[in-house]
């Protein structure tokens, strides 16, 4: 049974968008679909948007796996959908071009080589024991500042650029930080849905209207997904608490906060924060350490997992503990992206769900601003030297568009050098 079809709207005449099939490969090589992706896994510094520029260069303007209008839809599909988007665009492509074992070798190729170096920075962090007075530490937060109040600025000017959404912005975060907590967020979530749909102006006709991409998957299966899904996400936390043992606690926890994330990798920080530093598994300082080093890494902000698993204080941890939680938090996205693929192509093409979505994105602001200040810049900013450290990593990632990477290398050797006392 082919997997894939799709549709171009490359032929247009005046508003009318002619669309011609377009055969996809079928079953691509699933060990060049795992190669691609590990050498992009190995070199896709920047984070989710920048992911996107890499995977169109590589696999629609080089490789020709598929047409721009059809990573275009693959692309809404992950937007709409919660959890990393950039990954999950990385496993559509990966289904598309072989199959479920080359979205397998997709998400694997592209996770590993951050998911790795995590790992190995948490046994470092863990080598070196007491980081209360570490300046490279205070430096590594500082960065992270730097990085959320860029993700906001850049989010806020493409997803809440008008008095409606930025009005929705700003109630979100006003939810987020009065609930501090998941529900809190999935509250905004939910109020920027209902806000798209009832409030804010529609779409005129015509404006934007997707192509038909086609994918064909076995509805059955899709179905199966869907349901896997939502058994997971709520039956998990029941096994939890019956089972009494860590070890699912764990699962659920990672499972949830992959589950419940709109708008990409910098969202899920305050859910993870959540999730381990309140109850102890993980210290506040250690936890800010980790996502400051995250954006040194290549590849999906949430390989932010696999050091929160590895650092955890109860057992498992180290290696057993970052596989555990690198595998749980990225367990939705696989079960999303198959279910939800199929549907997709009549599901985007309704005005509703495109107004729904329209407020859901610029809720997400909102939670990204709530986090924006607290636990980042609660947790990292004390001294009038600490704003000016982060201030200047903020003017160096966004005017002067200076690699992440290197941003946080610097802040760490600032930190280092000034001696900073958290």
Request: proline share 6%; glycine share 12%.
């Amino acid at each position: 049974m082919p997997w894939t079809t799709g549709r171009d709207s490359s032929a247009r005449t005046g508003h009318a968008t002619k669309e011609r099939a377009v055969r996809l490969p079928l079953m691509g090589g699933v060990r060049e679909v795992f190669l691609v992706f590990l050498r992009l896994g190995c070199t896709s510094f920047g984070g989710p948007v920048a992911h996107l520029g890499y995977y169109r260069a590589e696999l629609v303007a080089k490789r020709r796996w598929l047409s721009e209008a059809t990573f275009a839809d693959i692309v809404a599909l992950c937007q709409f959908m919660p959890g990393p988007a950039s990954s999950q665009t990385g496993m559509a492509i990966g289904l598309l071009r072989a199959g479920p074992l080359g979205m397998f070798a997709a998400w694997f190729g592209f996770t590993l080589p951050s998911a790795l170096a995590m790992t190995l920075f948490a046994y470092g962090v863990g080598v070196i024991g007491d980081l209360s007075h570490a300046g490279w530490l205070r430096g590594l937060k500082l960065v992270a500042v730097a990085v959320v109040a860029q993700a906001v600025w850049g989010m806020a000017r493409s997803l809440a650029p008008d008095r409606a959404r930025a009005s929705v912005a700003v109630a979100a975060c006003l939810v987020c930080l009065a609930v501090p907590s998941s529900f809190g967020q999935i509250a905004a979530i939910v109020l920027g849905a209902v806000v798209g749909v009832s409030v804010l102006p529609r779409e005129p006709p015509g404006a934007d209207q997707p192509v038909r991409m086609g994918v064909r998957i076995p509805t059955a299966l899709a179905v199966s997904l869907l349901l896997a899904f939502f058994a997971l996400l709520f039956g998990l936390p029941l096994l939890a608490d019956a089972s009494g043992g860590h070890v699912l606690h764990l699962v659920d926890a990672f499972y949830r906060a992959g589950s419940l994330v709109f708008g990409g990798g910098h969202v899920v920080l305050p859910l993870l924060q959540a999730t381990v530093v309140e109850p102890g598994w993980v210290g506040q300082d250690v936890f800010l350490a980790g996502y400051g080093a995250t954006q040194a890494m290549p590849g999906p902000v949430f390989t932010f997992a696999a050091f929160l698993g590895a650092v955890e204080t109860p057992a498992p941890n180290g290696w057993v503990g970052a596989l555990l939680a690198t595998v749980s938090i990225f367990a939705s996205s696989f079960l999303l992206v198959g279910g939800l693929l199929p549907f997709w192509d009549t599901l985007r093409h309704r005005a509703g769900v495109r107004a729904a979505l329209r407020g859901v994105n610029a809720a997400v602001v909102g939670v990204l601003l709530a986090a924006l200040f607290t636990p980042i810049w609660t947790g990292a900013v004390h001294t009038a030297g600490d704003f000016g450290l982060g201030l200047v990593a903020f003017l160096l990632l966004t005017l002067w568009a200076v690699p992440p990477w290197l941003v946080v290398l610097l802040g760490a050797a600032s930190g280092w050098s000034l001696g900073f006392v958290v």
